[in-house]
């Protein structure tokens, strides 16, 4: 049995108590974005229900464009309005060399990578910057409801940071 | 009360439960890539329990360069090596014009978006098309178990399709 395996079997017990359907529209007119941390239970730690909020996520919870382009669609197409960015503490990409890695690709594969995505030397400073890139694209209509918040993995407790 | 200060409240009580430190190496060594779409409890929805899996979601749950950086960064720097891609039924991204969108944004912005993401006519061709990006993708070590399953958003059951 594979680790997939596993997970469709879960899932036979999950549908059994799964609450139905819900609009596509979220209830609470949030998006959260963060990192993809196998200890970030958003489900638990937000207390949200099916169908309350969008959830984006990446290595990092860095608002790359792929991210805005997420974020504009959620916004424009689905009507939210508030943003919640979250770090996190022990995150792999505190300390992350991109140029490093992206190099490391290249000589393996013989193919440069098509991105470019720094890691960050300090989470807070990243967390206030990442808030920034959010309240200042021009391509989202509701940026007056951008908060960041810190995820402490080894408690479960979030901390707002800006 | 913003939705933003409910779910600070609502991680309070979630805190007082959480299970304590876990390993930033995904305990299953998989990768779940998925859309950000509310309905979408990945926790409940697989079993998953707090450091089993990393989650990558954007809109759409398509595999663009940033998902492939995030799935590199996973596999090469936490050691995971199987990874699932999951679309959904009722997917606003199913025939989303990105060149309509793209056209409204600039003409509002005066900047055009720095993104170029199409959506998709047929959800099972896409999830067989993004099945395939990943296992051609020259930046990953483990390719050996990447599988594509759609999740059936009113009743909550997971449905292998490739």
């Known amino acids: 049995m594979t680790a997939i395996d596993n997970i469709a079997q879960a899932n036979t017990r999950y549908a059994a108590t799964f609450p139905g359907p819900r609009s596509r529209h979220p209830r609470l007119k949030l998006t959260v974005i963060t990192c993809m941390d196998s200890r970030l239970d958003l489900f638990g730690a937000l207390g949200l229900e099916v169908g309350d909020a969008h959830l984006i996520r990446n290595a990092g919870g860095i608002p790359t464009d792929d991210v805005l382009r997420s974020l504009a669609i959620s916004q424009r197409a689905m009507g939210t309005s508030e943003v ?22 290249e000589a393996e594969s013989g193919q440069a990578p098509t991105w470019r995505v720094p890691g960050f030397d300090d989470v807070y400073d990243d967390l206030r910057r ?33």
Do not use: I, K, Q, Y
Not at 84 to 105: I, K, N, P, S, W
Not at 156 to 162: A, D, N, P, Y
């Open 130 to 162: 990442s808030v920034e890139t959010v309240r200042t694209c021009p391509w989202l209509p509701n940026r007056d409801h951008v908060r960041g918040f810190l995820f402490d993995v080894a408690t479960g407790v979030l901390h707002e940071v800006s």
């Open 84 to 105: 919640v960015l979250a770090h996190h503490t022990e995150c792999g990409m505190a300390g992350f060399d991109d140029d490093a890695f992206r190099a490391e690709l």
